[in-house]
């Protein structure tokens, strides 16, 4: 049976940029380069989920140290983990008696162009 190898590297790069129709060989190696730095920083499966909203045009964006800051705040959310042993866990116990059936109620035009 084959291993499954994680996130493909490639996808990644097309997802968070805008990759030119021209030139793709020394833009591949540079962003992949820069792909494996912050790889090492952060982890692989981290940099398959994390979006910004929009491409970029390069990964050297989120290297400068604006998108730092804001890439260590997603990894921190990232890998947050609730701490269940600080809250008290409560029983409310079984369910009793029966369910409401709530009729809907007819709407006539005049109740609608009433709202």
Known sequence: MAKSKGPN????????????????????????KLLNNLCERYSLEFMNIVDFGRKF????????????????QKFRAFN?????????VYNI????????VIPPKNKTI???LDE
């Open 9 to 32: 590297k490639r996808h990644i790069i097309f997802r968070l940029l805008e990759v030119p129709d021209k030139g793709r060989r020394p833009f591949f190696a540079r962003e992949m």
């Open 110 to 112: 005049k109740d609608f």
């Open 80 to 88: 947050f983990r609730v701490d269940l042993s600080k809250y008290e």
């Open 57 to 72: 045009d390069s990964l050297t964006y989120l290297t400068s140290v604006k998108l730092k800051e804001a890439l260590d």
């Open 93 to 100: 116990g079984d369910k009793v008696g029966e369910d409401a």
